[in-house]
Each structure stands twice: as C-alpha cells, then as structure tokens.
C-alpha cells in the first residue's frame, strides 16, 4: 500500500521560512513527478510547484523567486522550503507524486495535508 506522509506544517510570522517534507513509501518502483498543491479557505486546490524524476521544475508565478522545490528520489521524498512568507500563502498543503509505479499499477497520490498559517 503507498502512502504519502507530509511534516512540517504549522504557524509562522510574516516574512518568516517553513520547510515541507512529504515521504512516499510503498513498493514504488518510480515517480514521475513529485509537487505540492495548496488550498486556501474558500478557494480552489491550486499548483504550488513540481519537480520530474529528471529535476525538471515549475513554480506558480506567486511564489517564484521565495519557495524551491528539491527532491530525494532514492528516498521517494519532496521538501518544499519557503522562504519570505506572506499572509496569503496561508494554506493547507498537500503533497503529490504522478505516475507513480508500484507494485500493482501506476497512479496518482496526494498526501492528507498539513496547514501553513502565516500571521500578519
């Protein structure tokens, strides 16, 4: 069974860093791309950023330039360091790995979320 299992959630002033951890673990054989979606009170799940297998990366134009994305792909495991944090970037994070092959097939995970709060 493959679970993804996000850390390091939690309350941080303005201006301040968070770092995200999310582990996948299972029999998987490989992932495409790992990333990390948010979803803001009352607002739609939108694409924080992703890397592929191959380091490739994307960002959303918010966050460019305060948040990277790094990647461990012996250990199955996305961080997301953000840096310069603004009241806005205040979410539930989720985890994601696409085209992930295990055992029994090849899908898409999300991790249950962990809540950044930024106060102003």
């Known amino acids: 069974q493959v679970q993804l299992v996000e850390s390091g959630g939690g309350l941080v002033q303005a201006g301040g860093s968070l770092r995200l951890s999310c582990a996948a673990s299972?029999?998987?054989?490989?992932?495409?791309?790992m990333g990390w979606y948010r979803q803001a009170p009352g607002k739609q799940r939108e694409l924080v950023g992703k890397?592929?297998?191959?380091?490739?990366?994307y960002y959303t134009d918010s966050v460019k330039g305060r948040f990277t994305i790094s990647r461990d792909n012996a250990e199955n495991t996305v961080y997301l360091q953000m840096n310069s944090l603004k009241p806005e970037d205040t979410a539930v994070y989720y985890c994601?790995?696409?085209?992930?092959?295990?055992?029994?097939?090849?899908?898409?995970?999300w991790g249950k979320g962990t809540l950044v709060t930024v106060s102003s």
């Open positions: 890397i592929t297998s191959g380091g490739n990366l």
């Open positions: 994601y790995a696409g085209g992930l092959s295990y055992n029994l097939g090849t899908m898409d995970y």
């Open positions: 299972g029999t998987i054989f490989s992932i495409n791309a």
